[in-house]
C-alpha cells in the first residue's frame, strides 16, 4: 500500500537554512517513523525478523538485492 503526502510548512519567524537541509530533514523523518514503526526496540535493523515488512526498513534501510 503506498500513501502520496503533501507536507505544507510555514515557517513562523526567518530561519537559516544550512547547506543540504534536505539530508536534515531526511533524517529527522526517518527517525521519527522508526520511533514510530519499530515493534522490537532494537538498535538496529540488522538481523530483524520483521524487516521485510516494516515501514521504516522499507523506505530507509531496505535489504539489497540478492546478486544474480
Known sequence: MLTDLHIT???QRPLLWPHFA???IRGAW???L???ACITGKPTCDGCA??????????FDPTAPAQP
Open 22 to 24: 534536505g539530508g536534515r
Open 50 to 59: 520483521v524487516r521485510s515488512a516494516c515501514a521504516y526498513g522499507a523506505l
Open 30 to 32: 526517518g527517525r521519527a
Open 34 to 36: 522508526r520511533q514510530a
Open 9 to 11: 510548512l510555514q515557517a
